[in-house]
């Protein structure tokens, strides 16, 4: 069974800071898309990056980047300068193998300090 | 990029009524659908898989009975909360599958937060 792993369950961050937010999850595939979501207040669910495993090269978005270990199969987001309007619930997600279906961890609560 | 609208927002019903939630991909053709229900602080939960023109495939606890599903068009899908009581208050999103897309991204709707008094 997949699993993914949010062991930050609360973060905060300075204005214009650099945050580290981590995901670890266990898939017996070779090959899959990982994503990070951005839920803010609104509750809008909101992709802000995605990372393919067979590219060795960690996807990048503006502010945000991944640092993805497939060995490790850790798949950490990184946010630069970060923004007030980054404060939001960030999920990890794997889909399922051959199917469209996403197995999301349990979310990390970031609050950015003014 | 895809787009999903949710109608309503927001619903208030009184305990044992029924309540209908659409879900529409706006932009694009969605042959599957899927329907989350988040609670206060936790990670989306999956309720059911909705694909057009076939029944939809409900997840290990949730109740056929009590939330209907159809997917009769290849934009929309219809979450129907039946009999509600107020355990059934949460907040329900839906979220589309663009086929054309080259990964297995979901494009959500903006949710709905369901109230049974």
């Known amino acids: 069974a997949q699993t993914v792993t949010q062991s930050q369950p609360e973060m905060s961050v300075q204005e214009a800071e650099t945050v580290t937010l981590s995901c670890t999850y266990d898939?017996?595939?070779?090959?899959?898309?990982l994503f990070w979501y951005k839920q803010p207040p609104s509750r809008q669910m909101i992709l802000v990056i995605r990372?393919?495993?067979?590219?060795?090269q960690n996807a990048t978005e503006n502010r945000f980047s991944v640092n993805f270990q497939k060995a490790a199969k850790s798949f950490s987001l990184k946010i630069s300068d970060s923004q007030l309007g980054d404060a939001a619930m960030y999920f990890c997600?794997?889909?399922?193998?051959?199917?469209?279906?996403?197995?999301f961890g349990k979310g990390t609560k970031l609050s950015v300090i003014p | 990029g895809a787009v999903v609208s949710q109608h309503p927002s927001r619903v208030i019903c009184k305990s044992g009524t029924s309540v209908k939630i659409e879900c529409r991909s706006l932009?694009?053709?969605?042959?599957?659908m899927f329907w989350y229900r988040q609670f206060p602080k936790q990670s989306l939960m999956l309720m059911a898989t909705?694909?057009?023109?076939?029944?939809?495939?409900?997840e290990q606890g949730v109740e056929k009975d009590k939330f209907l599903i159809n997917h009769a068009s290849l934009t929309l899908s219809t979450l129907t909360v039946t009999s509600a009581h107020p355990e059934d208050s949460s907040f329900y999103i839906c979220?589309?599958?663009?086929?054309?897309?080259?990964?297995?991204?979901?494009?959500f709707g903006p949710g709905t937060r369901l109230t049974v008094t």
């Open positions: 979220s589309a599958i663009d086929r054309t897309s080259v990964a297995y991204e979901q494009y």
């Open positions: 898939t017996s595939e070779s090959d899959y898309y």
């Open positions: 990372q393919e495993a067979y590219k060795q």
């Open positions: 997600a794997l889909p399922w193998a051959g199917s469209y279906q996403l197995t």
């Open positions: 932009d694009f053709q969605a042959t599957t």
């Open positions: 909705s694909n057009e023109g076939s029944k939809a495939t409900y």
